[in-house]
RNA sequence: GGACGAUUAGCUCAGCUGGUAGAGCAUCCGCUUGACGUGCGGAAGGUCGCAGGUUCGAGUCCUACAUCGUCCACCA
C-alpha cells in the first residue's frame, strides 16, 4: 500500500496477489506440531461436476473464518479439501456428453466409459478447486482427496468388507426406490415426496364363485398386472364371509385370493386394498404374512415387462392409460376421483421413482444407529443450533436399512464376486480369482457400484489415512468442527457419524455447525430451472470477495435461511473502502521508521485511553461469540467498532494532534492509530482475508503475514474505565450540540463561541479541543456560573453538562422555552418510571445488585439532567 | 399425523445466559469539515403475530391459538 493510493480499494488488484502470497508462503499447509493443539475441519467435498453456487460459498466462509480464526489463536488448524466423485450426477454428465457422439455407455463398454470419466475428472475436476481459491479459502490444498483416488477406495473396500464379515452388511431382495430414468436403485434419502394431483381408480373385482364382487381403489392402476391378492381387514363385517375366497383378476385372466390383514382400513375407501407385493412395501409386507406371489411386471426402465402380457413394453404411464381405457370398456371401472397424494421423486432427476423388488445390497442401520445415537445424546458431538439434535435422532432412532448398491459404473464397485457353480458370494479385501467356498474360478464380480454417500461417509478418516494407522490420523483426528447446511444432514452428517463411531471408535467432530439455504430476494431456492441464481464469482468480481464473504456472515444466524441481497454486498464493499481509507489517512502520517508500539502509558491521552479500552471490550467480545459460533454477532461487532469507534470517532479525535505541530503527541496518536488499527485488523481478518492482509502488509508488523498473526487478547492493564466515562461526557456533549444545530439548521461552516456549565470542569477543559473541532465551536468557556444573559443563546443539556451558543437572531427565546420544556416532560417521565421501579421493594430486593446500581445511577443522571433543564428554563423566562 | 422454524422500523434481518429494542438498505434535512460523497453530521420510523401465565421486571421463559414455511411419516 503506498502513500498516494487510490481512494477507492480496489479487490481485484489485490485478491489474487494476496493469495498467490499465502500459497507460497505455505501458510495453509499444516503438518503435525507436537505441544501445539491440533483443529481440524473436513470440507464437504464439492462434486466433481459441480458449479461453484452460493451454497458453496456459504459453506467455505464459515469454515474459512473459523479455520482462520484458529489458526491465529495459535491451534495447528488444517482444513481438509476435496472433491466428491459424485456417482450419479457425474455419470449422467458424461453420457450427456456422450449422447452428442450420439453413443450411450452401452456402446462403448464398462472400462472405456470409466477411461472417459476419469478424462473428464482430470480435465474439468480441478475447476471447482480453482473457484474456491477465489473465495479466499486457506485449505491445506497439498491434502487435497479425492472419494475415488486409492486411499478412499481402500477405506471404501475395508470397510464393505469389514462390515460385511460382522453381518452388518447384506444382500436381499427387498422393495427399494427405483428410478427408472437414472435406471438406479435409491435409498430411502435420496427420494424427495411431491404432492401431485393424481386419481383414485375404483375397480371391480369379481369373485370366481360368481357370488359378487369386492371393489378396491388404486392410484396405479397400472400396478394391477402384478397383483396376488386382495386384502380386507379381518373385523370388517362386511367383507367377513368372503375371507379366503378368489377374484378374478380382470384383464389378466388370473385368480387372486382374498386375505384378512389388519392393514387393511376398514374406513378408506371401500375396505379392500388390491395387494401387489412386488411394486409396494407394504403389499410385499402383507404378501409375506400370507404367502402372496410376488409378481414384478416393470423392467428397470420403467416399462411393462413380459409379465404384463399384451401390455408388454408400454411405458408405466402409457400402460396406465391404456388399462384404464380397458377397464372401463370392460365394464370393471367403477368410478374415478381426483386424488392428490405425495409420490416419490428421484432428488437427482426428479422422475418419479417406482417402488420395486429387486435384488440389492444392504447396510443393517440399527445396530449401528446404536451408538451414533448415544454419542449424540451424551453431548460428545453437538449441533449448533441445539435444535438440528433433535432432528437427526429422530432420523437415527427410526432409520431403516440403508441400500447402498447402484446400477452405475462410475464409483466404487462392490468387491463381491458370485460363483457360478455353487452360487456362494466371496466378499473380500483383496480381488478374488477363485470362489472362498468350493475353490471354483468361475466367480463374477457384482457389476454394481457403491452409494456416493457410502464413501463420503468415511470422509473424516479416510482423508487423514484411515485405515492406515497414520500418525496424522492419531493428531488430526477426531476433527473438530463440521459445517454443512442442514439439507443434508441425513445424507452425510449422520453417515459420518455412524461411520466413525463404528470404523475408529470415536465420533468424527465434536460440534456440527449447521447454516441455512441462500434464497434468492424473493425467497425462492436459487435453482438452474427458475435462472434465478446469483453465481459468487460474479459477485467477487464486481464487489469483491471480502464483500461477499462478509455478506454470507452478517445478519444471518447458524440453522436460518438468508435471502441474498446485492445490496449488502454493496453495503460490505462500502465498508471494505471505509477501512481502506482509515488505514491511508494512518499510513499518510506514518513516519519512514515507523513501528508498531504503544506509547508509554504517561504519554496516553484520554481519547487513547478510551479507545484501548474500547478495544479491549471488544476483542472479549467478539473472541467470546467465535468460540460460541456466534459469527454473525462477533462480525457485527467488530464492524461496529471499526466503522463508528475508529473512523467516526478515534481517528477525527486525533487530528488535532496529527496536525499539530508538537511532535511528541503527534507521535502518540499515531502510535496508537497503529496499534489500534493493527489489533482490528487481526479481529477481521478472518472474516475479510484479503483486505486486512494487505492493509496489514504496508504497516509496520512482525511476523510475514496476518493470516499467520496471532489473535488479539484482553489486556487488563488496557482497560481504563474512568478515561473512557469521561470521555462519553464529552462526546456526549459534542453529540447534543450538533443535534442542536442540524435542528436550527446552523450549517458547520458557521462557527459559534460555546460555554459549559458542568461538574467536571476538569474534564471539559481537557476536552474543550475535541468539541471546538466536533462541534463547530471556535472557543470552548468552562464555566463557573450559569450565563447572566440568555438573550440569543442556543442551549442543551446532557446528564453531566449544560452547554450554551450564542446564536443571535437565529436564536428565539419562546422556542426555546417550549423546547425545553419538551425535554423537561420527556426526561420527568423517564425518572418518574426509574424511580417508580427503585421504590418498589421488591425490585430492589430481588433484582441483582448490579442491575439497581445501574438503575440508581440512571435516576441519578436523569435527575441531574432534569436540574440542569429547570435552571436554563428559568433563565429563558426571565426573557420573556 | 408428528417435529421444527419464522412472525421485531417501509424492506431484509440481528438481538447470547430475562433488565423499557438495533443494523443494512430505503426515506427526510444539512454538509466541497485537510482518509473516505462507496463519505460526514442529524432526523423520522416499532404497543417486538394474538391471548393468557411465570417474574420485581418478558422481544427474550411457559401454555394455547393464528398465519407462513421446512422436514419426517402415512397415503388403497
Not at 452388511?169 to 427387498?174: L, W
Not at 386384502?231 to 385370493?257: F, H, M, S, W
Amino acid at each position: 500500500m503506498q502513500r498516494e493510493l487510490s481512494k477507492v480499494y480496489d479487490p481485484k488488484a489485490v485478491e489474487s496477489r494476496i493469495y498467490e502470497m499465502w500459497e507460497e508462503g505455505g501458510y495453509f499447509h499444516a503438518e503435525r506440531e507436537d505441544g501445539k493443539k491440533p483443529f481440524t475441519i473436513v470440507m464437504p467435498p464439492p462434486n466433481v461436476t459441480g458449479q461453484l453456487h452460493m451454497g458453496h460459498a456459504m459453506d467455505a466462509t464459515l469454515q474459512d473464518t473459523l479455520i482462520r480464526f484458529k489458526r491465529m489463536q495459535g491451534y495447528n488448524a488444517l482444513w481438509i479439501p476435496g472433491v466428491d466423485h459424485a456417482g450419479i450426477a457425474t455419470q449422467i454428465k458424461v453420457e450427456e456428453e456422450l449422447r452428442k457422439e450420439g453413443k450411450t455407455r452401452y456402446d462403448l463398454g464398462r472400462e472405456k466409459f470409466l477411461e472417459k470419466v476419469w478424462d473428464w475428472k482430470h480435465r474439468y475436476g480441478n475447476r471447482i478447486v480453482e473457484q474456491q481459491k477465489k473465495l479466499g479459502a486457506s485449505c491445506d490444498w497439498d491434502r487435497a482427496r479425492f472419494t475415488m483416488d486409492d486411499g478412499c477406495s481402500k477405506a471404501v473396500r475395508e470397510v464393505f468388507v469389514s462390515l460385511y464379515e460382522k453381518g452388518l452388511i447384506y444382500k436381499g431382495n427387498r422393495i427399494i426406490n427405483w428410478c427408472p430414468h437414472c435406471v438406479t436403485a435409491l435409498s430411502d434419502a435420496e427420494v424427495e415426496y411431491v404432492d401431485k394431483p393424481g386419481h383414485l381408480w375404483h375397480i371391480r373385482y369379481p369373485l370366481t364363485d360368481g357370488s359378487g364382487e369386492v371393489v378396491v381403489a388404486t392410484t396405479r392402476p397400472e400396478t394391477m398386472l402384478g397383483d396376488s391378492g386382495v386384502c380386507v381387514n379381518p373385523a370388517d363385517e362386511r367383507y367377513k364371509d368372503i375371507v379366503g375366497k378368489t377374484v378374478a383378476l380382470p384383464l389378466v385372466n388370473k385368480q387372486i385370493p382374498i386375505v384378512a390383514d389388519d392393514y387393511a382400513e376398514m374406513e378408506f375407501g371401500t375396505g379392500c386394498v388390491k395387494m401387489t407385493p412386488a411394486h409396494d412395501p407394504n403389499d410385499f409386507e402383507v404378501g409375506k404374512r400370507h404367502n402372496l406371489e410376488v409378481i414384478r411386471v416393470l423392467d428397470d426402465n420403467g416399462r411393462v415387462n413380459a409379465l404384463g402380457g399384451k401390455y408388454q413394453g408400454l411405458d408405466r404411464y402409457e400402460a396406465r392409460k391404456q388399462i384404464v381405457a380397458d377397464l372401463e370398456a370392460g365394464g370393471y371401472l367403477v368410478r374415478v376421483e381426483d386424488y392428490s397424494h405425495s409420490v416419490g421423486t428421484c432428488y437427482r432427476c426428479h422422475n418419479d421413482v417406482e417402488p420395486i423388488i429387486s435384488d440389492q445390497w444392504f447396510v443393517k442401520m440399527k445396530p449401528l444407529a446404536e451408538e451414533a445415537i448415544r454419542v449424540v445424546k451424551d453431548g460428545q458431538t453437538k449441533f449448533v443450533p441445539e435444535r438440528f439434535s433433535k432432528t437427526y435422532l429422530n432420523w437415527m432412532e427410526n432409520v431403516r436399512d440403508w441400500c447402498i448398491s447402484r446400477q452405475l459404473w462410475w464409483g466404487h464397485q462392490i468387491p463381491a464376486w458370485t460363483c457360478a457353480d455353487c452360487g456362494h458370494i466371496t466378499v473380500s479385501r483383496e480381488d478374488a480369482c477363485k470362489c472362498e467356498k468350493c475353490g471354483s474360478t468361475r466367480i463374477q464380480r457384482d457389476p454394481d457400484v457403491l452409494d456416493t454417500w457410502f464413501s463420503s461417509a468415511l470422509w473424516p478418516f479416510e482423508t487423514l489415512g484411515w485405515p492406515e494407522k497414520t500418525e496424522d490420523l492419531d493428531y488430526f483426528y477426531p476433527t473438530d468442527v463440521l459445517v454443512t447446511g442442514y439439507d443434508i444432514i441425513f445424507f452425510w452428517v449422520a453417515r459420518m457419524i455412524f461411520s466413525g463411531c463404528e470404523h475408529t471408535g470415536k465420533t468424527p467432530f465434536h460440534t456440527v455447525l449447521i447454516h441455512g439455504l441462500v434464497r434468492d430476494d424473493k425467497g425462492r431456492k436459487m435453482s438452474k430451472s427458475l435462472g434465478n441464481g446469483i453465481d459468487p464469482l460474479d459477485m467477487i468480481d464486481r464487489y469483491g470477495c471480502d464483500a461477499l464473504r462478509m455478506n454470507m456472515i452478517t445478519g444471518n444466524s447458524p440453522g436460518n435461511d438468508m435471502r441474498f441481497y446485492v445490496e449488502r454486498c454493496e453495503a460490505m464493499r462500502n465498508f471494505a473502502n471505509k477501512l481502506w481509507n482509515a488505514s491511508r489517512y494512518v499510513m499518510m502520517n506514518l513516519p519512514e521508521d515507523g513501528e508498531n508500539r504503544l506509547p508509554d502509558r504517561d504519554k496516553l491521552e484520554i481519547a487513547d485511553k478510551w479507545v484501548l479500552s474500547k478495544l479491549n471490550t471488544l476483542i472479549a467480545e467478539a473472541t467470546e461469540n467465535l468460540e460460541k459460533y456466534e459469527l454473525g454477532i462477533a462480525v457485527q461487532k467488530i464492524y461496529d467498532f471499526i466503522w463508528d469507534t475508529y473512523c467516526d470517532w478515534y481517528i477525527e479525535l486525533t487530528k488535532a494532534r496529527l496536525y499539530s505541530e508538537d511532535p511528541e503527541r503527534k507521535k502518540t496518536a499515531l502510535q496508537v492509530l497503529v496499534y489500534v488499527l493493527d489489533q482490528v485488523l487481526r479481529l477481521l481478518h478472518p472474516f475479510m482475508p484479503f483486505i486486512t492482509e494487505e492493509i496489514w502488509q504496508s504497516l509496520p508488523h512482525d511476523g510475514p503475514a496476518l493470516i499467520r498473526a496471532s489473535w488479539p487478547v484482553y489486556r487488563q492493564e488496557l482497560a481504563f474505565r474512568e478515561e473512557e466515562a469521561h470521555m462519553e461526557s464529552v462526546m456526549n456533549a459534542i453529540r447534543a450540540i450538533r443535534n442542536r444545530r442540524a435542528e436550527m439548521n446552523v450549517p458547520p461552516s458557521k462557527k459559534a463561541s460555546l460555554y459549559v456549565l458542568t461538574a467536571k470542569p476538569e474534564v471539559f477543559r481537557e476536552g474543550a479541543d475535541f468539541v471546538e473541532r466536533l462541534a463547530y465551536a471556535d472557543s470552548v468557556t468552562v464555566l463557573e456560573n450559569a450565563p447572566e444573559n440568555l438573550d440569543g443563546m442556543l442551549s442543551c443539556a446532557t446528564s453531566d453538562a449544560k452547554l450554551y451558543i450564542p446564536m443571535g437572531q437565529l436564536v428565539d427565546a419562546a422556542k426555546e422555552l417550549e423546547r425545553i420544556d419538551k425535554e423537561l416532560e420527556k426526561a420527568r417521565k423517564n425518572l418518574a418510571s426509574l424511580e417508580g421501579k427503585l421504590s418498589n421493594e421488591k425490585f430492589v430486593s430481588r433484582a441483582p445488585e448490579a442491575v439497581v446500581n445501574a438503575e440508581r445511577e440512571k435516576a441519578r443522571k436523569a435527575q441531574d439532567l432534569i436540574a440542569g433543564l429547570e435552571q436554563s428554563r428559568a433563565e429563558f423566562q426571565k426573557l420573556l
